[in-house]
C-alpha cells in the first residue's frame, strides 16, 4: 500500500482558498487517490476521488499532476466549520476490497 | 436512515471486563471493515468482511478480539479482558465505492 506524507496541521482565515498537498511517491498504477475528512467524534466522510489531472465536486477541487506521485486537496472559500482533519488515501477504487491505510492527516483550523 | 449506524456510541468498561460493539452497514454493501482509531492518530485497519466472511485480520487484532458477520448483514467486534491499552474509538466502515463510516464506538477502559 502506497505511504503518503502531508502536513501535520495548516491554519486559514475564512473565506480563503486552502490546498492541501499530499505526496505518495510510491503510488501504483491501479491505485485512485482519495481524500477524507473527520471531524470529532465522527467517522470519517469521503470528499473526493481521483486518478489523474483535475476532478471538481461541490466540495471540493482535486489537482494531480502527470507522474501522480502528490495530490493536492482545494478547498475553496473556507468557512469555520470546514475546520476538521484531511485524510490523503490511496488505493484501488471500487472492486478490489481494499483496506485503506489513514495517516495522521492534516489538522485544518479555519480562524475568523 | 441511510448510513453506517454503531452501537453504542460510548462505551465505559472496567479493566478485565468484555465488551461487545454493533455495526449495522448500508444495506447494499457487501463489504464491511473495522478500524480502530486512537487520540491524535489515523484510523487503524482491523479487520474486513466480505458478505459473511472474515478475509483479513491485522495483526492489531490479538486473541482478544473477535469480529462476526453472520449472514452478511451486521457485524459484532467483540474484546475480551479488556486493558486500558484498548481505550479507542472502534470505527466501522461499509463500501460499494468509497468507504461510508459510521459515527464510531468511543470505548474508555478504566
Known amino acids: 500500500l502506497a505511504k503518503t506524507t502531508q502536513p501535520i496541521s495548516m491554519d486559514s482565515y475564512e473565506g480563503q482558498e486552502v490546498n492541501i498537498t499530499c505526496s505518495h511517491n510510491n503510488i501504483a498504477t491501479n491505485d485512485y487517490i482519495t481524500w477524507y475528512q473527520q471531524f470529532p467524534s465522527q467517522g470519517p466522510r469521503f470528499i473526493i476521488q481521483g486518478y489523474k489531472t483535475k476532478v471538481t465536486n461541490e466540495v471540493a477541487s482535486l489537482f494531480i499532476p502527470a507522474d501522480r506521485k502528490s495530490s493536492t486537496l482545494s478547498l475553496p472559500r473556507v468557512s469555520l466549520s470546514d475546520t476538521a482533519v484531511y485524510y490523503c488515501?490511496?488505493?484501488?477504487?471500487?472492486?478490489?476490497?481494499?483496506?485503506?491505510?489513514f495517516g495522521t492527516g492534516t489538522k485544518l483550523q479555519v480562524i475568523p | 436512515d441511510t448510513g453506517v449506524s454503531q452501537d453504542p456510541r460510548h462505551k465505559i468498561t472496567k479493566r478485565g471486563q468484555n465488551v461487545t460493539f454493533r455495526c449495522d452497514p448500508i444495506s447494499e454493501h457487501n463489504r464491511l471493515y473495522w478500524y480502530r482509531q486512537t487520540l491524535g492518530q489515523g484510523p487503524e485497519f482491523l479487520t474486513y468482511?466480505?458478505?459473511?466472511?472474515?478475509?483479513?485480520k491485522s495483526r492489531l487484532l490479538s486473541d482478544r478480539f473477535s469480529a462476526e458477520r453472520p449472514k452478511g448483514s451486521f457485524s459484532t467486534l467483540e474484546i475480551q479482558r479488556t486493558e486500558q491499552g484498548d481505550s479507542a474509538m472502534y470505527l466501522c466502515?461499509?463500501?460499494?465505492?468509497?468507504?461510508?463510516f459510521g459515527s464510531g464506538t468511543r470505548l474508555t477502559v478504566v
Open positions: 468482511f466480505q458478505n459473511e466472511a472474515q478475509l483479513e
Open positions: 466502515a461499509s463500501r460499494m465505492d468509497g468507504y461510508t
Open positions: 488515501l490511496v488505493g484501488e477504487s471500487s472492486g478490489g476490497y481494499q483496506k485503506v491505510t
